[in-house]
Protein backbone atom coordinates (compact mmCIF):
# COMPACT_ATOMS: atom_id res chain seq x y z
CA UNK A 1 0.00 0.00 0.00
CA UNK A 2 1.45 3.63 -1.08
CA UNK A 3 2.44 5.61 2.04
CA UNK A 4 3.94 9.36 2.49
CA UNK A 5 7.54 9.11 3.31
CA UNK A 6 8.86 11.34 5.76
CA UNK A 7 12.39 12.13 6.85
CA UNK A 8 14.08 12.15 9.45
CA UNK A 9 11.84 10.77 12.11
CA UNK A 10 13.86 12.68 14.81
CA UNK A 11 16.23 15.80 14.74
CA UNK A 12 17.52 17.56 17.35
CA UNK A 13 19.14 20.57 16.56
CA UNK A 14 20.61 23.54 18.71
CA UNK A 15 18.56 26.98 18.12
CA UNK A 16 19.74 29.21 15.37
CA UNK A 17 21.17 26.11 13.27
CA UNK A 18 19.03 25.14 9.86
CA UNK A 19 16.63 22.19 9.55
CA UNK A 20 15.02 20.42 6.69
CA UNK A 21 12.44 18.09 6.92
CA UNK A 22 11.94 16.18 3.34
CA UNK A 23 8.43 14.58 2.58
CA UNK A 24 7.39 12.15 -0.51
CA UNK A 25 4.15 12.19 -1.28
CA UNK A 26 2.20 9.04 -2.58
CA UNK A 27 2.40 8.97 -6.37
CA UNK A 28 0.19 11.02 -8.52
CA UNK A 29 -1.14 12.87 -5.31
CA UNK A 30 -0.75 16.86 -6.51
CA UNK A 31 -1.99 18.34 -3.65
CA UNK A 32 0.79 17.97 -0.65
CA UNK A 33 0.01 19.44 3.27
CA UNK A 34 2.73 20.29 5.51
CA UNK A 35 1.52 20.69 9.10
CA UNK A 36 2.70 21.51 12.21
CA UNK A 37 1.60 19.99 15.54
CA UNK A 38 2.82 20.69 18.89
CA UNK A 39 2.54 18.62 21.57
CA UNK A 40 -1.31 18.19 23.22
CA UNK A 41 -2.70 20.37 20.41
CA UNK A 42 -4.25 19.19 17.03
CA UNK A 43 -2.31 19.63 13.43
CA UNK A 44 -2.09 23.01 12.27
CA UNK A 45 -1.60 24.09 8.04
CA UNK A 46 1.73 25.63 7.35
CA UNK A 47 1.76 25.26 3.91
CA UNK A 48 -0.14 23.93 1.22
CA UNK A 49 1.16 23.05 -2.50
CA UNK A 50 -0.70 22.33 -5.64
CA UNK A 51 1.55 20.68 -8.05
CA UNK A 52 4.56 23.08 -7.85
CA UNK A 53 2.70 26.07 -6.81
CA UNK A 54 1.74 27.32 -3.15
CA UNK A 55 -1.86 27.71 -2.50
CA UNK A 56 -1.72 28.72 1.03
CA UNK A 57 1.33 30.21 3.07
CA UNK A 58 -0.89 32.26 4.73
CA UNK A 59 0.70 30.46 8.61
CA UNK A 60 3.59 29.67 7.93
CA UNK A 61 6.31 32.10 9.47
CA UNK A 62 8.17 32.97 6.06
CA UNK A 63 10.90 35.02 8.30
CA UNK A 64 12.27 31.93 9.06
CA UNK A 65 10.33 28.82 7.29
CA UNK A 66 10.51 28.17 3.89
CA UNK A 67 9.08 25.09 1.53
CA UNK A 68 9.56 24.15 -1.76
CA UNK A 69 8.39 21.45 -4.26
CA UNK A 70 10.22 22.41 -7.21
CA UNK A 71 9.03 19.51 -9.74
CA UNK A 72 6.17 18.80 -8.25
CA UNK A 73 7.01 15.75 -6.25
CA UNK A 74 8.84 16.20 -3.24
CA UNK A 75 8.70 18.57 -0.68
CA UNK A 76 11.19 19.96 1.46
CA UNK A 77 10.68 21.83 4.38
CA UNK A 78 13.13 24.55 5.76
CA UNK A 79 13.33 26.46 8.97
CA UNK A 80 16.55 28.60 9.61
CA UNK A 81 17.49 29.89 12.63
CA UNK A 82 15.34 27.11 14.69
CA UNK A 83 14.04 28.68 17.17
CA UNK A 84 13.30 26.51 20.81
CA UNK A 85 9.38 26.72 20.31
CA UNK A 86 10.01 25.04 16.93
CA UNK A 87 9.67 22.16 18.44
CA UNK A 88 7.09 20.07 17.25
CA UNK A 89 5.85 17.28 15.10
CA UNK A 90 5.78 18.33 11.61
CA UNK A 91 3.49 16.07 9.19
CA UNK A 92 3.22 15.96 5.90
CA UNK A 93 0.13 15.04 3.69
CA UNK A 94 -1.01 14.16 0.33
CA UNK A 95 -4.33 14.24 -1.27
CA UNK A 96 -5.79 13.87 -4.68
CA UNK A 97 -8.05 15.66 -7.33
CA UNK A 98 -10.74 12.90 -6.98
CA UNK A 99 -10.44 12.15 -3.18
CA UNK A 100 -10.68 14.32 -0.61
CA UNK A 101 -9.04 12.32 1.77
CA UNK A 102 -5.74 13.30 3.20
CA UNK A 103 -3.05 10.90 4.01
CA UNK A 104 -0.26 11.36 6.44
CA UNK A 105 2.96 10.72 6.63
CA UNK A 106 4.87 9.26 9.84
CA UNK A 107 6.12 12.82 11.03
CA UNK A 108 9.29 14.49 11.78
CA UNK A 109 9.77 15.01 15.67
CA UNK A 110 11.77 18.24 15.77
CA UNK A 111 13.22 19.29 19.18
CA UNK A 112 15.35 22.50 19.45
CA UNK A 113 17.97 22.40 22.10
CA UNK B 1 -13.70 32.31 11.25
CA UNK B 2 -13.39 28.66 10.83
CA UNK B 3 -13.08 27.20 13.93
CA UNK B 4 -13.40 23.53 15.31
CA UNK B 5 -13.97 22.31 19.06
CA UNK B 6 -13.57 19.27 20.69
CA UNK B 7 -14.69 20.07 24.22
CA UNK B 8 -12.61 17.19 26.07
CA UNK B 9 -9.57 16.50 26.24
CA UNK B 10 -9.80 13.16 27.53
CA UNK B 11 -12.48 10.47 27.87
CA UNK B 12 -12.31 7.34 29.28
CA UNK B 13 -14.39 4.85 29.43
CA UNK B 14 -15.02 0.87 30.63
CA UNK B 15 -15.46 -1.81 27.45
CA UNK B 16 -18.16 -2.04 26.61
CA UNK B 17 -19.87 1.13 27.41
CA UNK B 18 -21.29 3.57 25.14
CA UNK B 19 -18.75 6.21 23.96
CA UNK B 20 -19.42 9.71 22.41
CA UNK B 21 -16.89 12.14 21.15
CA UNK B 22 -18.02 15.77 20.38
CA UNK B 23 -17.11 17.81 17.81
CA UNK B 24 -18.39 21.52 17.06
CA UNK B 25 -17.77 23.10 14.40
CA UNK B 26 -18.02 26.92 13.45
CA UNK B 27 -17.49 27.14 9.34
CA UNK B 28 -18.59 28.92 6.61
CA UNK B 29 -20.65 27.57 3.93
CA UNK B 30 -21.39 23.55 3.92
CA UNK B 31 -17.50 22.37 4.89
CA UNK B 32 -17.08 18.41 4.80
CA UNK B 33 -16.50 16.60 8.05
CA UNK B 34 -13.95 14.22 8.75
CA UNK B 35 -13.06 12.04 11.62
CA UNK B 36 -9.24 11.15 11.79
CA UNK B 37 -7.54 8.66 14.38
CA UNK B 38 -3.53 7.88 15.57
CA UNK B 39 -2.99 4.95 17.48
CA UNK B 40 -0.23 4.63 19.64
CA UNK B 41 3.04 4.78 17.35
CA UNK B 42 0.52 4.77 14.23
CA UNK B 43 0.48 7.65 11.79
CA UNK B 44 -2.75 9.87 11.83
CA UNK B 45 -5.08 8.15 9.20
CA UNK B 46 -8.54 8.91 8.16
CA UNK B 47 -11.57 7.13 10.45
CA UNK B 48 -14.65 8.00 8.67
CA UNK B 49 -16.22 11.15 6.85
CA UNK B 50 -20.03 12.03 6.61
CA UNK B 51 -20.24 11.98 3.29
CA UNK B 52 -19.97 8.55 3.06
CA UNK B 53 -22.29 7.78 5.81
CA UNK B 54 -20.38 4.77 7.11
CA UNK B 55 -19.84 2.68 9.70
CA UNK B 56 -15.73 1.87 10.52
CA UNK B 57 -14.82 0.04 13.29
CA UNK B 58 -18.56 0.38 14.61
CA UNK B 59 -18.25 3.98 14.71
CA UNK B 60 -20.97 6.90 13.12
CA UNK B 61 -20.87 9.87 13.20
CA UNK B 62 -24.15 12.40 12.19
CA UNK B 63 -23.73 15.79 10.96
CA UNK B 64 -25.94 18.11 12.67
CA UNK B 65 -26.14 21.08 10.62
CA UNK B 66 -28.49 23.07 12.90
CA UNK B 67 -26.70 22.47 15.97
CA UNK B 68 -23.01 22.11 14.28
CA UNK B 69 -21.99 19.49 15.56
CA UNK B 70 -20.62 16.49 13.97
CA UNK B 71 -20.18 13.80 16.72
CA UNK B 72 -18.74 10.66 16.90
CA UNK B 73 -20.17 7.54 18.46
CA UNK B 74 -20.15 3.73 19.13
CA UNK B 75 -22.10 2.21 21.30
CA UNK B 76 -19.64 -0.61 22.96
CA UNK B 77 -16.33 0.29 23.42
CA UNK B 78 -13.04 -1.90 23.08
CA UNK B 79 -9.88 -1.54 24.17
CA UNK B 80 -8.85 -1.48 21.18
CA UNK B 81 -10.14 2.15 20.62
CA UNK B 82 -7.87 3.59 22.60
CA UNK B 83 -6.54 6.48 20.70
CA UNK B 84 -6.59 9.73 19.87
CA UNK B 85 -9.07 11.33 17.69
CA UNK B 86 -9.55 14.57 15.96
CA UNK B 87 -12.69 16.25 14.56
CA UNK B 88 -11.45 17.68 11.06
CA UNK B 89 -13.37 19.87 8.59
CA UNK B 90 -12.80 20.86 5.40
CA UNK B 91 -14.54 23.64 3.05
CA UNK B 92 -14.92 23.20 -0.40
CA UNK B 93 -12.81 22.44 -3.31
CA UNK B 94 -9.30 21.45 -2.39
CA UNK B 95 -9.07 23.32 0.77
CA UNK B 96 -6.72 22.01 3.65
CA UNK B 97 -8.43 20.08 6.70
CA UNK B 98 -8.58 22.09 9.93
CA UNK B 99 -8.16 20.34 13.13
CA UNK B 100 -9.50 20.54 16.50
CA UNK B 101 -7.20 19.62 19.52
CA UNK B 102 -7.98 16.00 19.66
CA UNK B 103 -10.00 14.18 22.42
CA UNK B 104 -7.67 11.06 23.82
CA UNK B 105 -9.96 7.74 24.09
CA UNK B 106 -8.78 5.49 27.21
CA UNK B 107 -10.85 2.54 26.95
CA UNK B 108 -10.76 0.73 30.14
CA UNK B 109 -10.65 -3.21 30.42
Known sequence: EAEVAQSPRYKITEKSQAVAFWCDPISGHATLYWYRQILGQGP?????????SVVDDSQLPKDRFSAERLKGVDSTL????????DSAMYLCASSSIQNTEAFFGQGTRLTVV | AQRVTQPEKLLSVFKGAPVELKCN?????????????????QRLQLLLRHISRESIKGFTADLNKGETS???????????DS?????????SGNTPLVFGKGTRLSVIA
Do not use: N, T
Not at chain 2, 84 to 91: D, E, L, T, V
Open chain 1, 44 to 52: ELLVQFQDE
Open chain 1, 78 to 85: KIQPAELG
Open chain 2, 83 to 91: AMYYCAPRG
Open chain 2, 25 to 41: YSYSGSPELFWYVQYSR
Open chain 2, 70 to 80: FHLKKPFAQEE
